[in-house]
């Protein structure tokens, strides 16, 4: 069981940065593929960045924020971050943090298996 609490969202205009913290909660964080998504209402959770379980491993990013976030894990802290720059008003959502048990980087939604509780991002233009 992992549980996964997101925080460091906030209110920013455009061309701000933000860095979101996910801090997971078991021993055996270090064994899970973590992923970053977000979510605007009336549309589906997208995937916005993903890394494999090892520090410094695979990592995977959306089209849309490639070369503005990374995504990055610091299994002594049980922590996974998500430094967003240049952040623009299209990147406005909630942004969950996910956990996946498997060992390979998936991009879907329904192959993560603990989900934090979200984080309000908002960026004014």
């Known amino acids: 069981q992992v549980q996964l609490v997101e925080s460091g969202g906030g209110l920013v205009q455009a061309g701000d940065s933000l860095r979101l913290s996910c801090a997971a909660s078991?021993?055996?964080?270090?064994?899970?593929?973590m992923g970053w998504f977000r979510q605007t209402p009336g549309k589906e959770r997208e995937i916005v960045a993903g890394i494999s379980w090892w520090s410094g491993g695979i990592t995977y990013y959306a089209d849309s924020v490639k070369g503005r976030f990374t995504i990055s894990r610091d299994n002594a802290k049980n922590t996974v971050y998500l430094q967003m720059n240049s952040l623009k008003p299209d990147d406005t959502a909630v942004y969950y943090c996910?956990?996946?048990?498997?060992?390979?980087?998936?991009?879907?939604?329904?192959?993560?298996?603990?989900w934090g509780q979200g984080t309000q991002v908002t960026v004014s233009s």
């Open positions: 078991g021993r055996t964080f270090s064994s899970y593929t």
């Open positions: 996910a956990a996946r048990s498997g060992s390979n980087l998936r991009v879907e939604e329904g192959k993560y298996d603990y």
